[in-house]
């Protein structure tokens, strides 16, 4: 058994002390915020995590899990100290924003009376192992002490990382110290992953280009998807065919609203401003920013269509379902939602919004002007011209569509559902009297005119029966049946 002190109670915080503690160690959790302290203390947590409250609640009782705001507490003979605090995007800039690591490798040198293992469990650009260490020095009451520096990358997905801490694919890890690194490997000894040792730099090199590829994979299959939409492929199909090739797989090839999140959009951020910083062009990573930007804009073109062009959507009102950035979370940092209700709301719209979990920290980021909550999809969808899904929210799969069309105004041609995350069966959703648009069906292309889509009544059933127009299914493993709606991966979201 280890004492640890986690500075930072944020996801991966939090996270990172309670599964540590889960593991058989003494953890504090150390967080200058009191408020968020005081919270834990009490049982309540600051974050919404799967998992996570049993896991808070049976480490606290057993006395392994403790909270404080105080340094000279939290350092009492500590023998590794993660930090894990945030380091956002600077303002009005690209670079990762270093001052609360800054903050902590100060105070964790003024009140260290011991040798000990300091871990870089954020995401820090490459060379932060040493700045950590240079403050640390700086600092130290009593400068013969032992301090070693491990850059230590976190990989939790939010929505499920207690399984990720628990059950890594790897665990990296990278000092100048390989003693140092051959101790804090001790600490993940009974998860049984496999365990990669190398230097600071390129430890911390392989966070930000594992997050690059991961969302450099988002942004391929959503460009795809606009290119799908023109050319009358289907790009579920497209991603489902080409990930049965091992050299490319399945994993992030699911089109969307693109990534959000506290991750991807920094990370890569962070990774091009340091590419810039090194005299380099970061030309791919420029380009998946880039896309991820506009791939949020389409659902407001695909209103704008049904609706009669830029313009129409004054005076109307949408439902939309799903704020938090994935599911599983009540994360809004990057949400695509922000963008899009936003927009909607520019635009002269109002909007009804409804998330099982987000609804709290959305009334931080959203605008209150012609915002409405609602408590559950139906009464968001009540009196609207137009149902969005954002989220790809597991209960979301399950809606009663009667019920929901029943709810919307009634429209001649079709009530309108964007299904922002490909959900559901585009023929079902026809079936069902919807004005139904995915990402990347292709059916402009299909329908042979480019501006129906393949919903008006006269294309969409000839005699009971699906009109020619429509693509017939695949004998694969990606073919969906009928009047069911689509699994979903939450791999389009954070992924990290």
Not at 41 to 61: A, H
Not at 136 to 161: C, I, M, Q, W, Y
Not at 385 to 398: A, N, P
């Amino acid at each position: 058994m280890s004492k640890i002190c986690v500075v930072g109670t944020g996801y991966v915080g939090l996270v990172t002390g309670t599964c540590l503690a889960d593991l058989g160690n003494q953890v504090t959790c150390l967080d200058v915020v009191a408020a968020k302290i005081e919270r834990l203390k009490t049982g309540e947590l600051p974050i919404y995590e799967p998992g996570l409250q049993p896991m808070v609640t049976r480490n606290v009782d057993a006395k392994r899990l403790r909270f404080t705001t105080s340094y000279a507490e939290a350092m009492k003979g500590v023998e590794f100290i993660f930090i894990a605090v945030n380091t956002p995007t600077v303002q009005d800039g690209d670079g990762a924003d270093m001052s609360y690591v800054e903050s902590a490798a100060r105070s964790i040198a003024e009140h260290l009376r011991n040798d000990a293992i300091i871990v870089n469990k954020s995401t820090m650009p490459v060379g932060s192992g040493d700045l950590v260490s240079a403050i640390v020095h700086e600092h130290l009451v009593d400068t013969t002490l032992k301090v070693s520096v491990v850059s230590n990358p976190e990989f939790l997905r939010e929505g499920s990382a207690v399984q990720d801490f628990l059950q890594p694919d790897r665990v990296v890890l990278g000092s100048t110290d390989r003693a140092a690194a051959d101790k804090v490997a001790q600490l993940y000894h009974s998860v049984r992953a496999p365990i990669v040792i190398t230097d600071l730099y390129t430890a911390e090199m392989i966070k930000y280009a594992s997050n690059a590829f991961l969302a450099t994979k988002i942004s391929f299959i959503n460009e795809m998807a606009r290119i799908c939409d023109r050319l009358g492929a289907d790009v579920t199909e497209v991603a489902a065919g080409m990930g049965y090739d091992k050299r490319i797989g399945r994993a992030f090839l699911y089109a969307g609203l693109g990534f959000g999140g506290s991750c991807f959009p920094k990370d890569v951020k962070a990774l091009a401003h340091m590419a810039g910083e090194a005299g380099l062009h970061p030309q791919l990573l420029d380009a998946v920013m880039k896309i991820n930007d506009d791939q949020r804009h389409i659902v407001i073109e695909k209103l704008e269509h049904e609706h009669g062009g830029p313009g129409s959507l004054k005076g109307k009102t949408f439902a939309v379902l799903g704020l938090a950035f994935k599911d599983n979370t009540d994360d809004m940092r990057e949400a695509p939602s922000i963008h899009i209700i936003r927009w909607l709301i520019e635009a002269g719209a109002t909007v009804r919004a409804f998330d099982p979990v987000a609804t709290e920290t959305a009334r931080q980021a959203l605008p209150s002007a012609g915002l409405t909550y609602c408590e559950d999809e139906y009464e968001a969808a009540r009196g609207t011209h137009g149902v969005l899904v954002i989220t790809e929210w597991k209960r979301f799969r399950d809606i009663n569509f009667a019920r929901l069309r029943d709810e919307m105004l009634p429209r001649e041609e079709g009530r309108v559902l964007i299904d922002g995350r490909n959900l559901y069966d585009p023929i079902e959703m026809r079936r069902l009297g919807f004005r139904y648009h995915g990402i990347g069906h292709g059916v402009e292309r299909r329908n042979g005119n480019g501006h129906s889509n393949g919903n008006s009544r006269s294309d969409e059933r000839s005699n009971g029966k699906i009109a020619a127009h429509t693509k017939p299914a695949m004998t694969t493993r990606a073919t969906r049946p009928a009047g069911k709606a689509k699994a979903s991966s939450s791999s389009n979201g954070r992924g990290k």
